[in-house]
């Protein structure tokens, strides 16, 4: 069964770090893999995304800088360390799996989500 689980969200003051891991299972870790976020009446934002062979990152915007996507392909991990947090971060963070090893921002399949709120 394809899983995907995240951790490392919780409750931040602005300017602070978090750092959301994101484990797989269940497939070969061989596609691209994307974080992207959601607030209640607001549509998906992606916000980053690491190629299979950890080559190519895709950001946001207003992540670039603060934000930083890796991955580890020998423990089927991906981490998104987030510094300098802000109250517009709040969400819920989903990781996600792509259709392929580059980023598309199309996924397949995502985990059940990570809480972040940062508090001003």
């Known amino acids: 069964e394809v899983q995907l689980v995240e951790s490392g969200g919780g409750l931040v003051q602005a300017g602070g770090s978090l750092r959301l891991s994101c484990a797989a299972s269940g497939f070969t870790f061989d596609v691209a893999i994307g974080w992207f976020r959601q607030t209640p009446g607001k549509e998906r934002e992606d916000i980053s995304c690491?190629?299979?062979?950890?080559?190519?990152?895709y950001y946001l915007d207003s992540v670039k800088g603060r934000f930083t996507i890796s991955r580890d392909n020998s423990k089927n991990l991906v981490y998104l360390q987030m510094n300098n947090l802000k109250p517009e971060d709040t969400a819920i963070y989903y990781c996600?799996?792509?259709?392929?090893?580059?980023?598309?921002?199309?996924?397949?399949?995502r985990g059940q989500g990570t809480q972040v709120t940062v508090s001003s």
């Open positions: 996600a799996a792509d259709w392929g090893p580059a980023c598309s921002l199309s996924y397949y399949r």
């Open positions: 690491i190629s299979s062979s950890d080559s190519t990152t």
